[in-house]
C-alpha cells in the first residue's frame, strides 16, 4: 500500500522473528510509527521527571504513548493490553521492539502511571505536532502541478518506479530510539485547559482556512445516579466504617446501633416500585437522609476511641466524599430544591459532574465537557473541563490558537447559534472573519435574504463533519464512554482518543495519496 523510505526499510529487514519471514512494510501500525514523532515526544516526557537519578529505570516514551495509542485503538482493557503486545510483533516493532520477544513487556498496572505521566497537556501538545504536520504535507501535495498519464509513465519507464518510492516514501520518517532514561516521582499539579497564550488581534493578516467549533460531554462510566441510591450507597458504606472503627473494641464496649437491616427494607420498597410518585421519593430521601445522619454522627463518637488511622485510604476518602454529600443532600432537602453547586453524582467518582445538554436521547449526561475545534479534517481540544461551561467563551481563544498554530485567521468560523452572541460577533468582524449562523434580531425583507438562507444551509452541511468527528470517537474508541476512574486520568483518555482519531485521518489521507500518485485521479479525500 504505501512504500517506506530507506531508514523504515532497513528496521523492518532487521526486525527478528524466532518463526522466520519478514515483517510486512505495508502494514497499519508499520505506517504509524512512521508518523509520530518519537524523538519529540520523548523530550517532552523526559522533561516531566524531576529527579533521573532517584527510582527504578524508566519505561521509553515510545513504550509509554505506543501502548497508551494501541489500548485506545484496539478498545482493550490494560491487562488484554499487554497481551496483545505479548503476541503480535507488529505491536512490538511499534513500540520499537528490534526483535520479537514472547513475554509480557511490563504489568499492566504501569498503563495507570502512563496515563498519569502524559498527562493533557503533553498529549495536546503531540497531538498538535501530528495535526500540523499532516496538514502542512497534503497542502503541499495539493499545490503540486499535476502531471498527465502519459508524462507519469515516462517517469516510471526511465526510473523504475524510483520517483513513486521517492514520494510516498518522504512522508514517513523514523528518528533513532531514544535512550531509557530513570523514573521520577509523580507530578500531580496538571491543568484542565489547554490552551496557548492569546496574541492581539491584527487585521492586516490575511484570512485563510474554515474553522469548525463545538462542544460534546464525554459521558463517564458510572450507574445513572438518583437522589435516593446515592444515599443508598453511603449509608452502606458507613456502615462498614462503623464496623472497622468498633472492631477493636469488640466485647469491650456495646456496638452502636445503625437499623441498617431497617433502612435496607425501607429503601428496596421504595426502588422496587415501577413508577414512584414525588411524594413518595421524597418520603424515602428524608428517611434515607436520618440514616446517614445518624452513621456520621456514630462515627464522630468512636473517633474518640479508634483514631481514623485504623481507615484504609479508600475508606477516608470515602467518608470526605458523603460528608459532602450529606450536606448537599441535606440543603436541598431543605430549600426544596434540586441545584446546588458542585454537586457529586458519584461517591467513587466526585469530580464527575452533571451536564445539562438537552439531547433526545439523554437530557442530562454525567462526564467532561470537552470544546474541540476541526481543520481539514484534524480536530484539536480547546477546552476539556469537569464543571459546566459556556462554549461560546471559548471561540475566541480556539481563533487565536488558530492564529498561532498556522500563522493567519480563519476566513470562515462554522459553528452553532449558541456561539453568535454580541462580542464574538463583533470580535469576528474586527478581524474579518464570517461567523456562519443567522444575524442578530428581525429577520431582513431585502433581496440578500434567499442568498443569506442558501449559504446558512451550505454551512450547516458543512458542519456535519464536526459532528461525525465526535460520532466517530463516541463509537469506534470509546469516547462515548470513560472507563478510567481518576479525574486526571480521565482527561488523559478522551486526548489520547483525538490523538488517535487524526492518527486514523492521516492513514487514510496517505492511503488515497497512494492511489493518487498511481493514477486514480477520481478518489477524493476523505
Known amino acids: 500500500m504505501f512504500v517506506l523510505n530507506r531508514d523504515m526499510a532497513d528496521l523492518l529487514e532487521n526486525f527478528y522473528l524466532p518463526f ?8 497499519r501500525w508499520v505506517q504509524l510509527a512512521a508518523i509520530i514523532p518519537w524523538d519529540k515526544v520523548e523530550e517532552k516526557y523526559v522533561s516531566s521527571f524531576k529527579s533521573p537519578a532517584i527510582g527504578q529505570k524508566a519505561y521509553s516514551a515510545r513504550i509509554a504513548l505506543g501502548s497508551l495509542i494501541i489500548k485506545e485503538r484496539l478498545g482493550l482493557s490494560d491487562r ?13 516493532f511499534f513500540l520499537g521492539y528490534t526483535a520479537y520477544v514472547d513475554e509480557v513487556p511490563f504489568h499492566h498496572s504501569l498503563l495507570t502511571h502512563f496515563r498519569e505521566r502524559l498527562g493533557l497537556e503533553i498529549l495536546a501538545e503531540v497531538n498538535d505536532w501530528i495535526a500540523q504536520a499532516a496538514l502542512q504535507a497534503e497542502r503541499e501535495v495539493e499545490a503540486k502541478p499535476k502531471s498527465s498519464k502519459r508524462d507519469r509513465d515516462d517517469d516510471d519507464n526511465d526510473a523504475g518506479g524510483s520517483q513513486l518510492t521517492m514520494e510516498v516514501g518522504d512522508a514517513f520518517s523514523i528518528p533513532e530510539e531514544p535512550p531509557v532514561v530513570a523514573k521520577k ?66 466485647g469491650a464496649m456495646e456496638k452502636p446501633r445503625t437499623y441498617r437491616e431497617k433502612a435496607r427494607k425501607s429503601y428496596l420498597s421504595v426502588s422496587k416500585q415501577r413508577k414512584a410518585s414525588g411524594k413518595v421519593i421524597r418520603k424515602a430521601i428524608k428517611k434515607q437522609l436520618g440514616y446517614v445522619g445518624r452513621n456520621l454522627r456514630i462515627i464522630e463518637a468512636l473517633v474518640k476511641y479508634t483514631p481514623l488511622t485504623e481507615l484504609s485510604k479508600r475508606h477516608y476518602r470515602q467518608l470526605l466524599i458523603i460528608s459532602e454529600l ?19 453524582v458519584s461517591i467513587e467518582q466526585p469530580h464527575v459532574r452533571p451536564m445539562v445538554r438537552g439531547k433526545a436521547g439523554a437530557n442530562v449526561e454525567f462526564g467532561a465537557k ?53 462580542d464574538n460577533l463583533n470580535y469576528c468582524k474586527a478581524l ?33 463533519a464536526i459532528e461525525g468527528k465526535f460520532g466517530e470517537g463516541k463509537r469506534k474508541l470509546g469516547l462515548g464512554r470513560i472507563r478510567a476512574r481518576g479525574a486526571e486520568t480521565s482527561l488523559t483518555v478522551i486526548a489520547l482518543q483525538f490523538l488517535v482519531m487524526n492518527l486514523e485521518r492521516r492513514l487514510r489521507v496517505l492511503f488515497l ?14
Open 185 to 250: 516521582p509523580r507530578n500531580m499539579a496538571k491543568k484542565l485547559h489547554v490552551l496557548p497564550p492569546t496574541t492581539a488581534p491584527t487585521a492586516e493578516v490575511m484570512n485563510k482556512g474554515t474553522l469548525m467549533l463545538d462542544a460534546t460531554c464525554a459521558p463517564a462510566d458510572i450507574k445513572y445516579p438518583t437522589d435516593l441510591g446515592l444515599l443508598n450507597h453511603a449509608r452502606e458504606i458507613l456502615e462498614d466504617i462503623i464496623d472497622v472503627l468498633h472492631r477493636p473494641h469488640v
Open 432 to 464: 474579518g472573519i464570517r461567523l456562519s449562523g443567522p444575524k442578530l434580531g428581525r429577520p431582513s425583507k431585502e433581496q440578500s435574504e434567499v442568498a443569506d438562507c442558501r449559504q446558512e444551509r451550505q454551512d450547516a452541511v458543512k458542519r456535519n
Open 20 to 27: 522466520g519471514g519478514k515483517l510486512n512494510p505495508t502494514n
Open 513 to 526: 495519496l497512494f492511489f493518487r500518485l498511481l493514477g486514480f485521479r477520481d478518489l477524493r479525500w476523505v
Open 326 to 344: 450529606y450536606r448537599q443532600q441535606r440543603e436541598m432537602m431543605e430549600k426544596k430544591t434540586h441545584i446546588v453547586a458542585d454537586r457529586i
Open 80 to 92: 488484554e493490553t499487554t497481551l496483545q503486545i505479548q503476541e503480535n510483533p507488529y505491536l512490538q
Open 370 to 422: 470537552i470544546a474541540a475545534s476541526l481543520v481539514d479534517g484534524y480536530a484539536w481540544i480547546e477546552t476539556a473541563q469537569w464543571d459546566s461551561f459556556n462554549e461560546a467563551t471559548t471561540l475566541q481563544a480556539s481563533v487565536e490558537a488558530y492564529k498561532q498554530r498556522f500563522g493567519y485567521y480563519p476566513a470562515v468560523i462554522l459553528a452553532d447559534k449558541i456561539y453568535r452572541n454580541r
